[in-house]
Nanobody, 128 residues
Framework: QVQLVESGGGLVQPGGSLRLSCAAP????????IGWFRQAPGKEREGVSC????????YYADSVKGQFTISRDNAKHTAYLQMNSLKPEDTAVYYC?????????????????????WGKGTLVTVSS
């Protein structure tokens, strides 16, 4: 069982930035792809960005391309989501999730139903 702990959410003004972290204390993520997903009130959970386990490939939803950056530090058992130029429509609970795979990242891999483990989420609110 993998425990994932998200942090870094909060209230930010439009145009601001936040960096989310996803930690898996004591667990090696070397062979796990990591993804960030979000769920806004009244909407389905959607994939935001994912990063592969081995080759560093990434996927971004069209809505966040050029705005968000995903990264990982396997030595620290942690992944990050840098979010810039935040908009009110980015308001959501953000979840990290992992999938045991060495596949190159693609939209087919970065899907909610394909992930093995989930964190409990961190709330991001973008409002003035």
């Amino acid at each position: 069982q993998v425990q994932l702990v998200e942090s870094g959410g909060g209230l930010v003004q439009p145009g601001g930035s936040l960096r989310l972290s996803c930690a898996a204390p004591g667990f090696s993520l070397d062979y796990y792809a990591i993804g960030w997903f979000r769920q806004a009130p009244g909407k389905e959970r959607e994939g935001v960005s994912c990063i592969s386990s081995r080759d560093g490939t990434t996927y971004y939803a069209d809505s966040v391309k050029g705005q968000f950056t995903i990264s990982r530090d396997n030595a620290k058992h942690t992944a990050y989501l840098q979010m810039n130029s935040l908009k009110p429509e980015d308001t959501a609970v953000y979840y990290c999730a992992t999938k045991f795979t060495i596949a190159t990242m693609s939209p087919r891999v970065c899907v909610t139903y394909g992930m093995d483990y989930w964190g409990k989420g961190t709330l991001v609110t973008v409002s003035s």
